[in-house]
């Protein structure tokens, strides 16, 4: 069982920055694909990022190419959301996301059903 404690949310105004971290316990995460979703308020959650376990690819979704960037590190267990130039529409809870047994690339990267064990969240809001 892993546990994920996304930290580094709060309130930014537009342009600015923040880095998001997600801190994984209970086992090792080198084999997870790992990701980040966003749910803002009235939608569904979407996915924002995720990076293959040995971090060789990263994938994004379009509106936040080019500002955001996911890194990991492995050997402190963690998975880290830079954000730059963010804007109202950026406004969401973000949550951090693990694939205990990744396979396939496009579509199954974005699918939140393919996750196995999820972060509690946490809230970005970005004011105009």
């Known amino acids: 069982q892993v546990q994920l404690v996304e930290s580094g949310g709060g309130l930014v105004q537009a342009g600015g920055s923040l880095r998001l971290s997600c801190a994984a316990s209970g086992r090792t995460i080198g084999t997870y694909r790992m990701a980040w979703f966003r749910q803002a308020p009235g939608k569904e959650r979407e996915f924002v990022a995720a990076i293959s376990p040995s971090a060789s690819t990263t994938y994004v979704t379009g509106s936040v190419k080019g500002r955001f960037t996911i890194t990991r590190d492995n050997v402190k267990n963690t998975v880290d959301l830079q954000m730059i130039t963010l804007n109202p529409e950026d406004t969401a809870v973000y949550y951090c996301?693990?694939?205990?047994?990744?396979?396939?690339?496009?579509?199954?990267?974005?699918?939140?059903?393919?996750?196995?064990?999820w972060g509690q969240g946490t809230q970005v809001t970005v004011s105009s």
């Open positions: 996301a693990a694939d205990r047994r990744p396979t396939g690339e496009g579509t199954a990267v974005r699918d939140a059903t393919r996750y196995d064990y």
